[in-house]
C-alpha cells in the first residue's frame, strides 16, 4: 500500500455522484411501486402476469444499455445521451400516471429506453475523470457506489411511502421529478475530452485478460451472493420475529444496506489516502466473504435471539466484501479500456452478471429447499474464485519485481 500525493477528487465527481443518486432514488422508487400498482385496483393483472412484465422490466435492461452505449460512444456523445435519457425516463414515469395498460406499457418501455442511455453514458464520463489520476479511481467509484446505495434506499423509503398512502400517482410524478433534478448536476458539469485524458500505457495483453478476469470474476459474485441470498433472506424472516435489538420489521430487509453506509465512507477515506492494487481489493473482497458465509455456517436452521448478533456481524463482513468488489469492477474497467469505447465496455459487463445469475437460478429450487446447500456452494465457490486471485496478485507482484530489476 502507498500513500497517493497530488491527486484530489473534484466538485465532479460530487455533480456525477447526486445525479446518480437522484436517479436510482427515482428508478428504484418507481419500482417499488410498479408491480403493486399493476395487481391493484385500476389494472387488476393476475400476480403471475404481473410478475412476468416486472422481469422483462428488469431483464431488459441488460439490451437497452448495450444501446444506449454504442450511441453515446459512436453518435450521439456521452453527456448528451444522459441528458436524453434522463428527459425519457422522466416522460416514461408519468406515462405511468395514466390508467390503462397502454399507458403502462409506454411508460415502461421509455423508462427502460432512458435508463440505458442514462447509466452507461453516465458511469463512463464518471470513471473518465480520473484517467489521469487512476490510483483514486476505486475511491471515486466508491464515492458513487455510496451514492447509488443511498439513492436507492431513500427512493423505496419516499416514493414507497407516498404512493402507498397518497395513490400510485404521487408516486410516478416524484419519480418523474426526481428524474428530471438528475439532469441538473450534469448541466452544470464539464466533460472530460479525449484529447485532455492521458493514454493508457498497458500492453494489449495485459488490458484484455485485466478486463475479462474482472468480468468473470464480479459476474460469479453476484451469483454466488443471489444463490447465498436466499439464506441470508430466511434468516431475516425468523430475525425479524424473534429478535429483542428492538429493529422495526421492515428495518430487517435493509440491514445490509445499512452497513454499507459506514463501511463505504471509511473506504473512501482510506483509498483517497493510501493505494493498493484493484485485483489486490478483489481478493480481500472474497476473502471477506467467505468470513461472512462461514460466520452464517454457524446458525443453526432454526436460530434463537442469541444468534441474532452472529448474524448482524456476517452482514457486516458481506458488507465489507461488497465495497472491495462492486466499485471496483468499473475501476478496473475505466483504467484497462480505451476511453472512447468505455461506455460499450460498460453495458457489456452487466452481462456476465445476468449470465450467471441465470446459469445459478436454474438451481434455484434446490436452494429454496435447502438453504444451507446454497451457503456451502458459496462458501466452496468464494474460496476457489479467492485462491486464484491470490495466484493472480502474487504473479502480477513477481512481473512488477521484475521489470523493477
Not at 452464517?296 to 434463537?304: G, H, K, Q, R, S
Amino acid at each position: 500500500m502507498e500513500k497517493i500525493q497530488n491527486q484530489k477528487h473534484t466538485k465532479e465527481t460530487f455533480y456525477y455522484s447526486i445525479s446518480r443518486m437522484l436517479e436510482r432514488a427515482s428508478y428504484y422508487g418507481f419500482r417499488a411501486l410498479v408491480a403493486l400498482y399493476m395487481v391493484g385496483e385500476t389494472l387488476k393483472m393476475e400476480r403471475t402476469e404481473a410478475l412476468t412484465i416486472y422481469g422483462w422490466l428488469v431483464g431488459s435492461l441488460v439490451f437497452s444499455q448495450i444501446i444506449g452505449g454504442i450511441l453515446g460512444d459512436l453518435l450521439i456523445g456521452n453527456k448528451k445521451s444522459i441528458i436524453i435519457g434522463g428527459i425519457i425516463q422522466a416522460i416514461g414515469a408519468f406515462n405511468l400516471c395514466i390508467p390503462s395498460t397502454t399507458g403502462l406499457y409506454l411508460g415502461l418501455f421509455l423508462v427502460v429506453l432512458g435508463s440505458g442511455f442514462f447509466t452507461p453514458n453516465l458511469i463512463s464520463n464518471f470513471g473518465k475523470l480520473y484517467l489521469n489520476k487512476t490510483k483514486l479511481l476505486d475511491s471515486g467509484f466508491t464515492i458513487f457506489y455510496l451514492a447509488i446505495n443511498l439513492g436507492s434506499f431513500l427512493g423505496i423509503l419516499l416514493i414507497g411511502y407516498l404512493g402507498e398512502t397518497y395513490g400510485y400517482n404521487i408516486g410516478f410524478v416524484i419519480s418523474g421529478i426526481l428524474m428530471l433534478l438528475s439532469i441538473i448536476p450534469m448541466l452544470l458539469s464539464k466533460e472530460k475530452t479525449l484529447k485532455e485524458i492521458e493514454k493508457s500505457e498497458f500492453p494489449i495483453s495485459k488490458r484484455v485478460i485485466s478486463i475479462l478476469i474482472a468480468f468473470i470474476v464480479v459476474g460469479l459474485f453476484w451469483g454466488i451472493y443471489e444463490i447465498s441470498n436466499i439464506r441470508i433472506f430466511d434468516l431475516q424472516l425468523q430475525f425479524s420475529e424473534i429478535s429483542t435489538l428492538g429493529i422495526p420489521k421492515h428495518l430487517w430487509q435493509s440491514v445490509n444496506a445499512i452497513f454499507i453506509l459506514p463501511i463505504s465512507i471509511i473506504a473512501i477515506v482510506l483509498w483517497t489516502y493510501f493505494y493498493s492494487s484493484q485485483f489486490f481489493k478483489l481478493m480481500l473482497g472474497f476473502i471477506f466473504g467467505i468470513i461472512s458465509f462461514g460466520i452464517l455456517f454457524l446458525i443453526p436452521d432454526v436460530p434463537t435471539d442469541k444468534h441474532t448478533v452472529i448474524y448482524l456481524v456476517s452482514l457486516l463482513f458481506l458488507g465489507i466484501s461488497e465495497i472491495h468488489i462492486a466499485p471496483i469492477i468499473h475501476s478496473i474497467l475505466t483504467k484497462y479500456s480505451n476511453p472512447k469505447y468505455l461506455a460499450i465496455l460498460i453495458s457489456i459487463a452487466f452481462i456476465p452478471t445476468r449470465l450467471f445469475s441465470m446459469i445459478f437460478g436454474l438451481f434455484n429450487d434446490r436452494f429454496y429447499d435447502n438453504p444451507m446447500l446454497g451457503l456451502k456452494f458459496g462458501i466452496i465457490a468464494m474460496t476457489v474464485i479467492g485462491i486464484g486471485l491470490i495466484g493472480y496478485v502474487l504473479w502480477n507482484k513477481k512481473n512488477y519485481l521484475q521489470q523493477r530489476v
